[in-house]
């Protein structure tokens, strides 16, 4: 193991999290009048939006509570994620329960999509905030909400469809999804049913979407894991698909270093590595067709800033748990690039969206999509694993 | 006038529509077994998917059918045409009398979207069909379509909603689109509702769209023609409204010259010429921010094929009419840039998607969203006007 590397890189993320990625959103994004946080900023931090997304208002609840539990006791990160979680509450759920999308700066909807990310982000944001204030009603509704995303991923109930039922597919996004949701419940307040519900994601994602034959990790195949050969079928994710590698990895570690799950996060990370990794000019590609056909996403070949903070975590779980070089070298490559060419010198934090050559395409720090997140988990979570790796 | 230009021109956009992009698509596209068309193609015209969107099957038939009926009398074509009228006739319509968006090759119903536009395009493919048939039922059938988008339209007949009602909003693509519609109807097979119908469209896109102030064309506005200072209000899409704008300089035209009407479509051409115009690598943005804020859609500053398509009919027609030689000269730049960007010197049609900086993207020449429509009909609109303008 290169120690002196993981060393440097330790500091490195603790200082990168602490002085320049949370001081660009915090304490100016916690809206004191309206409680949640606004976050849809240009580069300089100007707002360019006052709506708040309810994926990111769920997000930045749970940064701040992770930090205050796992960094240090910041009244002011407590108090931050105070304002997020009571916005959730009181202004982000539905008369049928279930969440929003998109709402105003008042918390009045705007838009309620056909999936259940919304939910899986508050869970995460309650049992952060649960363990951090103390308090037994928000772990309740954690797990409570937990309970329904079960119930919508497997059916028991039901969520409007974009599809007739004429092709039926699934996407590697529920399993993947609902595992790190698992993870994380268990692991901040507890809850009993985490174990044997990751051992059925794992299971899944194992049987129907990773193809050895292939080396690849489909992002959607029909029910029974064929492989749908038309365009949507066809098209995959490498950045996400490397975020699932890192769950499992995360999850090997947790069974004490587990090697079939080592084994099948290091495979699901090589698989997408090759297909992902831009060999011309560096960086992961959005979207790639499995066949090498042409992708329909229009910004497909672009890079965009959080399939390198998956990378940037998978690949140094994978170093840290085999010690395997070759991991090292991709760490350092897509450290590397993704601090070179997402990373903004002036301002702080990253800019969410290169071209394909990795010049900027647009300046937005936080949108409906972007904000306190993928980023500063990346910093957070490698900072922590280094830490206690080198600790040892 | 530049007569010789135009001459040149008239030659150029025949004989690309005849003996480059046309060949492309047709005959190999007609799907002998299932009817329809099977459009998903890549560069070298080999099948990419053989599912069927909507969309471009009624805009397929309404080619085959308008090349019939106004350039020349091939059978190939007629049957061509009947093949996706039949298609559209027997698989592209839900038992709630609404048109699915896209299909499986043997027609079965994919998805269903939460708009109109899969009937606005039937609308004209059934009238040009029913000029080259002599058939009446078909007649009646896009006329009884048009009525039933209209009231779409009104919101007497409602469609599933994306977003709730706490702020309402309305885009320029509804009025555009039924004003393009309702003047083919009327030129095609007539139709006694469109003179008063078009003026109406007219009226809105005027009255709440354009905004002389800020010299600018809304894609979206508030129900009073307010604009909405949020990321998606402040989106502009240059190169619909500059479709826009030639629908409006059709109509004028149809009108004998109307001098209000040049001017309004003008407007609207210069205005977004100025927004869309990309000065640095030439071509059209595909989105702008009102106020030059960043724009969340990630491809914004892509160069699709079909906004040049629409500048090129845009600034040909303000030409003809005008004589102002800027709109000569941007017509000659567009062009340039089109022709040298997007056409395919190896297999013919054009390529969809270029980065900014105008390298190719990808390379499908159709799939759920590209076909052959855009290209053709201005290559044959613009064929035609020149035709006619220098027959006098």
Redesign the interface.
Known sequence: MNTLYLKEMESWYKNQLLTNTLPFWFPRSVDMDFGGYLL?R?ADGSL??D?KAVWIQGRAAWLLSTLYNTVEKREEWLQGAKAGIDFLLNHCFDTDGRMFFHV?REG?????RRYFFSETFAVIAFAAYAAASGDETIAAKARELFGTCMQYASGEKQLPS???A??PSKGIGVPMILMNTAQQLREIIGDERCDTYIDQCIKEIEACFVKDGIRCVMEQVAPDGSIID??DGRTLNPGHAIEGAWFILHEAVYRNNDPQLIQLGCRMLDYMWERGWDKEYGGIFYFRDVYD????E?????K?WWPHNEAIIATLLAYIITGNEKYRQWHELVHRYAYDHFSDKEHGEWFG?L???GSI????KG???KGPFHLPRQEWYCYRLLHNYLKK
Chains 1, 2 share one sequence.
Do not use: C, E, G, S
């Not at 056909?293 to 329909?296: F, G, H």
């Not at 229009?298 to 672009?302: A, F, S």
């Not at 395409?361 to 937005?364: K, M, R, V, Y």
């Open positions: 849809m240009d360019i939006d709506d105003t009045r909807p705007l838009r309620k974009k599809f007739t004429t092709r038309h365009i056909k042409p992708v329909q229009y910004w497909q070949d672009m965009f969206y071209h394909r050559d395409a647009q300046t937005a949108n409906l999509f």
